[in-house]
């Protein structure tokens, strides 16, 4: 997982990063970054999304790190019991977050350095087994 989030960050393949001092990030946080995000193409509008948010350290860097999945495939979760809906908007530790690695645009991953002028880094998923 810790590798994972670090090539989410990173351009290259580093060695293992320093991922520390992880917590739930602020409220106002989370809404200042969504008021920043520009939708990759063939994502659906960031409405459409269940979304959860978790804060840390990236090798000293501080950063809210995201994974959005697209409401309909939770409802489907939730109908067949393997999860429980969850709120729209969740605030959370990383260990919170399901491990995801492919869904194409139904399942989204974010970025975003605290306190960069760029947008959040937002990107679909690579698709799944065809």
């Known amino acids: 997982m810790l590798l994972l989030l670090f090539f989410l960050v990173s351009a290259g393949p580093p060695p293992k990063p320093a991922f520390t001092d992880n917590r739930v990030p602020d409220a106002e946080l989370i809404s200042s970054v969504e008021a920043k995000v520009v939708m990759p193409a063939g ?3 960031l ?6 948010y978790t804060q840390a350290k ?5 950063y809210i790190l995201g994974q959005m999945i697209d409401h309909r495939l939770m409802q489907e979760f939730a109908k067949h019991g ?12 990383v260990n919170e977050i399901t491990p995801v690695f492919d869904g194409g645009c139904a399942i989204l991953t974010l970025t975003f350095e605290v306190g960069s002028t760029e ?12």
């Open 43 to 45: 994502a659906e509008p």
């Open 47 to 52: 409405t459409r999304y269940d979304r959860a």
């Open 58 to 62: 990236v090798n000293g860097k501080d």
């Open 82 to 93: 393997s999860h429980p809906l969850p709120p729209p908007v969740r605030r959370v530790l």
């Open 119 to 130: 947008p959040p880094k937002l990107f679909c998923n690579p698709p799944g087994p065809q």
